[in-house]
């Protein structure tokens, strides 16, 4: 499945804050991803970038004024507003929130903003005290009541020094936020997805844990791509280095049966689990209360007792189950195994010592069984676009 974004009309509308620096990161990964961006910037916006930065990214014209001459919108004032797929604003500052709140259309950006049937995303970015004052939140609850989608503001360090709620979000949490909208009515819409994600810890004592490798990096692109499908999406995680993905519910735990314990309640009323957790199938018995001391002794017993396996325990009438069988060897025979005797519909196998598609990869290669009897064998692919050729399994599934 294509990323989203590409081929899609994207308009960006940039406004008056020192947070547009990110928009020209923005800019770029969106024209990256195969989007056609038309920036349109405001009057004071220009103070702080000149169009020349967007243009240059974008290759594309930068509308500043629907008077210029040079401009499109000068011949049509609406022709942005009804080619666009989406428009952000980003960063949206207090003063252009509120110009949307009311309707205005004094500049090319409030006029698009009015003109388009398009879905509109406004990214705040603004002193933490002006996001606080009621006028500005009432314009965004007024806005979000019309179906705005209202992405952030963060909390952290502000320009001013402040230290509170007004930050733009991050580049990748924007472009999340546009492939969630763009995926609105997607072949997952209506459906909640639980995704399981990263490698357990089984604590030892308060300092040392049994861990693995998994970096969570094939479970949080399937949540995004599940997510970009219109599903309602529930993450529940191992600790990750990761960052967690816009528009997902995302769910911390530490340990297989806190693991457990989690899904158990989120898959209560799901339609499709999708483990692709690595789970210890061992815990310490019993871990220790304090740090146990390195002593006198060159060895140390730690009497491990399985965990339960989690994907086998879950199952309600309707659950599409599917997991992973990260193999070092005999991998389509271990996972045919594991595909019977967890009560799976589909089970990913994948190879882990292949080139790319080990522990930490951007990518995967996996051959998917099904309980048909199915195999198919897919070529080395994103982690992501492996997330929808088994959301396509899923949805198949569903339908
Ligand atoms: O048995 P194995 O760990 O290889 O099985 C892998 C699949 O089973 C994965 O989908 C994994 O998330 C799931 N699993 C589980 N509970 C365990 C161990 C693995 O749900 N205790």
Same mark, same amino acid.
């Given at each position: 499945?294509?990323?989203?974004?590409?081929?899609?009309?994207?308009?960006?509308?940039?406004?008056?804050?020192?947070?547009?620096?990110?928009?020209?990161?923005?800019?770029?990964?969106?024209?990256?991803?195969?989007?056609?961006?038309?920036?349109?910037?405001?009057?004071?916006?220009?103070?702080?970038?000149?169009?020349? &930065?967007?243009?240059?990214?974008?290759?594309?014209?930068?509308?500043?004024?629907?008077?210029?001459?040079?401009?499109?919108?000068?011949?049509? @004032?609406?022709?942005?507003?009804?080619?666009?797929?989406?428009?952000?604003?980003?960063?949206?500052?207090?003063?252009?929130?509120?110009?949307?709140?009311?309707?205005?259309?004094?500049?090319?950006?409030?006029?698009?903003?009015?003109?388009?049937?398009?879905?509109?995303?406004?990214?705040?970015?603004?002193?933490?005290?002006?996001?606080?004052?009621?006028?500005?939140?009432?314009?965004?609850?007024?806005?979000?009541?019309?179906?705005?989608?209202?992405?952030?503001?963060?909390?952290?360090?502000?320009?001013?020094?402040?230290?509170?709620?007004?930050?733009?979000?991050?580049?990748?949490?924007?472009?999340?936020?546009?492939?969630? &909208?763009?995926?609105?009515?997607?072949?997952?819409?209506?459906?909640?997805?639980?995704?399981?994600?990263?490698?357990?810890?089984?604590?030892?004592?308060?300092?040392?844990?049994?861990?693995?490798?998994?970096?969570?990096?094939?479970?949080?692109?399937?949540?995004?791509?599940?997510?970009?499908?219109?599903?309602? /999406?529930?993450?529940?995680?191992?600790?990750?280095?990761?960052?967690?993905?816009?528009?997902?519910?995302?769910?911390?735990?530490? &340990?297989?049966?806190?693991?457990?314990?989690?899904?158990?309640?989120?898959?209560? @009323?799901?339609?499709?689990?999708?483990?692709?957790?690595?789970?210890?199938?061992?815990?310490?018995?019993?871990?220790?209360?304090?740090?146990?001391?390195?002593?006198?002794?060159?060895?140390?017993?730690?009497?491990?007792?399985?965990?339960?396996?989690?994907?086998?325990?879950?199952?309600?009438?309707?659950?599409?189950? /599917?997991?992973?069988?990260?193999?070092?060897?005999?991998?389509?025979?271990?996972?045919?195994?594991?595909?019977?005797?967890?009560?799976?519909?589909?089970?990913?196998?994948?190879?882990?010592?292949?080139? @790319?598609?080990?522990?930490?990869?951007?990518?995967?290669?996996?051959?998917?069984?099904?309980?048909?009897?199915?195999?198919?064998?897919?070529?080395?692919?994103?982690?992501?676009?492996?997330? @929808?050729?088994?959301?396509?399994?899923?949805?198949?599934?569903?339908?």
């Amino acid at each position: 499945m294509p990323d989203p974004l590409a081929q899609r009309s994207i308009a960006l509308g940039v406004t008056g804050s020192i947070a547009c620096y990110k928009a020209v990161d923005l800019a770029s990964k969106l024209t990256q991803a195969g989007a056609l961006v038309d920036v349109i910037m405001t009057r004071e916006a220009c103070q702080f970038l000149t169009p020349l &930065t967007f243009r240059s990214i974008t290759h594309r014209p930068v509308v500043t004024d629907v008077f210029d001459p040079q401009s499109e919108l000068s011949i049509d @004032h609406v022709a942005i507003a009804e080619r666009a797929d989406a428009l952000i604003v980003a960063p949206a500052t207090a003063h252009t929130i509120a110009k949307l709140a009311l309707g205005l259309a004094d500049d090319a950006l409030t006029t698009t903003a009015l003109a388009t049937q398009a879905p509109l995303i406004i990214a705040p970015a603004m002193d933490a005290h002006m996001f606080d004052n009621a006028a500005t939140q009432q314009n965004a609850s007024t806005l979000k009541s019309r179906g705005c989608v209202i992405a952030g503001p963060a909390e952290g360090r502000l320009a001013s020094g402040l230290v509170g709620k007004g930050r733009l979000l991050e580049v990748p949490q924007l472009l999340g936020c546009l492939r969630q &909208t763009l995926g609105r009515g997607g072949d997952l819409a209506g459906r909640k997805v639980v995704v399981s994600a990263g490698g357990t810890q089984e604590p030892i004592d308060p300092v040392r844990v049994i861990a693995n490798h998994s970096s969570g990096k094939m479970g949080f692109a399937i949540a995004e791509a599940a997510r970009d499908r219109g599903a309602d /999406v529930t993450l529940v995680t191992a600790p990750t280095a990761l960052d967690s993905p816009f528009g997902v519910n995302v769910v911390k735990i530490a &340990t297989a049966l806190e693991m457990r314990s989690a899904l158990q309640n989120k898959c209560a @009323h799901a339609d499709a689990l999708i483990m692709a957790a690595a789970v210890a199938d061992w815990r310490p018995a019993a871990a220790a209360d304090q740090k146990v001391k390195k002593g006198s002794s060159d060895t140390w017993d730690i009497e491990l007792v399985k965990n339960p396996d989690i994907v086998a325990g879950i199952s309600t009438e309707c659950l599409i189950k /599917v997991g992973f069988a990260a193999e070092s060897e005999d991998l389509l025979a271990n996972a045919q195994s594991k595909l019977l005797s967890k009560g799976l519909h589909l089970i990913a196998a994948n190879d882990i010592t292949a080139e @790319h598609s080990g522990f930490g990869a951007d990518t995967n290669k996996v051959i998917l069984l099904d309980r048909e009897g199915g195999e198919e064998s897919l070529p080395l692919m994103s982690k992501y676009d492996v997330g @929808h050729a088994i959301l396509d399994r899923v949805a198949g599934y569903l339908s």
